[in-house]
């Protein structure tokens, strides 16, 4: 009971000194009015630049945003460029490429202007250990037979043993089964030169004539025995020779002219 008394006469108490501060505020003149002015805007400014801080970091959300958008239009831009600059280079080595075989085959053709060949594109390899053939792009159609010699410019490649309507297969001169008359062309001593297991750039030259004299760097060239390779086509250079016991047996590797594993455009003598 004296508890409820004492909390109603502290609520009167309070109630009084609330209308006592009111009735001085009324009546307080301007200069006493600005002093309660400052502390009550000492009290709320914290919070009038909380809400303006809060406002300006939305605004700048908003910008934010909005850089984010513009930037992800500039990367699909860039894209897109970046992609048609691709095509533009691929286009590009595609012509390159042909310019550059139509220039080698129109070298070729200047080189071996004494024949009648076909130009012709390498399309497939099929080498192993035992065999080393290639398919080009020609074939019965376009007037290709078999026991036709196949070039490069930098010398031969071998001679065609099938054909098909558009297609033939080539028997190279690093082939196993290949064996190739030729001359030795310092000494014009002739020889054969056929495939190894052991190197596909190299050949076996043997039958090396007893009194001929073969020394490194000798180039070998087609003799035109045998019916198949015309005379005077480059095959490669003596790379080393070997002599043995019985000087019959006698034989030396030669290096092709024609690196095979670059192969990649030919012509086909035709006459």
């Given at each position: 009971?004296?508890?409820?008394?004492?909390?109603?006469?502290?609520?009167i108490?309070?109630?009084?000194?609330?209308?006592?501060?009111?009735?001085v505020i009324?009546?307080?003149?301007?200069?006493?009015?600005?002093?309660?002015?400052?502390?009550?805007s000492?009290?709320?400014?914290?919070?009038?630049n909380?809400?303006?801080?809060?406002?300006?970091k939305?605004?700048?959300?908003?910008?934010?945003?909005?850089?984010?958008?513009?930037?992800k239009?500039?990367?699909?831009?860039?894209?897109?460029?970046?992609?048609?600059l691709?095509?533009?280079?691929?286009?590009?080595?595609?012509?390159k490429?042909?310019?550059d075989?139509?220039?080698?085959y129109?070298?070729?053709?200047?080189?071996y202007?004494?024949y009648?060949?076909?130009?012709a594109y390498?399309i497939?390899?099929?080498?192993s250990?035992?065999?080393?053939?290639?398919?080009?792009?020609?074939?019965?159609k376009?007037g290709i037979?078999?026991?036709m010699?196949?070039?490069?410019?930098?010398?031969?490649?071998?001679?065609v043993?099938?054909?098909?309507?558009h297609?033939?297969?080539v028997?190279?001169?690093?082939d196993?089964a290949?064996?190739?008359?030729?001359?030795?062309s310092?000494?014009?001593?002739?020889?054969?030169?056929?495939g190894t297991?052991?190197?596909s750039g190299?050949?076996k030259?043997?039958?090396?004539?007893?009194?001929a004299?073969?020394?490194?760097?000798?180039?070998v060239?087609?003799?035109?025995?045998?019916?198949?390779y015309?005379?005077?086509?480059?095959i490669g250079?003596?790379?080393?020779?070997?002599?043995?016991?019985?000087?019959?047996?006698?034989?030396a590797?030669?290096?092709?002219?024609?690196d095979?594993?670059?192969?990649?455009?030919?012509?086909?003598?035709?006459?």
């Amino acid at each position: 009971m004296y508890r409820k008394k004492k909390t109603g006469i502290i609520g009167i108490i309070i109630t009084i000194i609330i209308l006592i501060f009111l009735v001085v505020i009324t009546n307080t003149d301007i200069a006493k009015m600005s002093y309660v002015e400052n502390i009550v805007s000492t009290l709320v400014m914290p919070i009038q630049n909380g809400l303006t801080y809060l406002k300006g970091k939305l605004t700048g959300n908003d910008s934010f945003f909005q850089d984010i958008n513009n930037l992800k239009e500039e990367n699909e831009n860039l894209k897109k460029k970046n992609s048609e600059l691709e095509q533009s280079l691929r286009e590009y080595e595609i012509v390159k490429s042909e310019n550059d075989t139509l220039k080698e085959y129109m070298n070729l053709k200047d080189k071996y202007k004494d024949y009648t060949t076909m130009p012709a594109y390498v399309i497939n390899k099929d080498i192993s250990n035992y065999s080393n053939t290639v398919v080009i792009n020609v074939g019965e159609k376009d007037g290709i037979k078999e026991n036709m010699t196949v070039i490069a410019d930098e010398g031969l490649v071998g001679h065609v043993i099938s054909v098909t309507d558009h297609t033939s297969k080539v028997q190279t001169i690093i082939d196993t089964a290949t064996a190739v008359t030729s001359t030795i062309s310092t000494t014009k001593d002739t020889i054969i030169v056929q495939g190894t297991l052991e190197n596909s750039g190299e050949l076996k030259a043997t039958y090396i004539p007893t009194d001929a004299t073969v020394l490194q760097g000798d180039n070998v060239e087609t003799s035109g025995l045998g019916g198949i390779y015309p005379k005077g086509i480059h095959i490669g250079t003596i790379k080393e020779v070997y002599n043995t016991k019985n000087p019959t047996d006698r034989y030396a590797t030669v290096e092709t002219a024609v690196d095979f594993s670059k192969l990649a455009t030919v012509l086909v003598i035709t006459n």
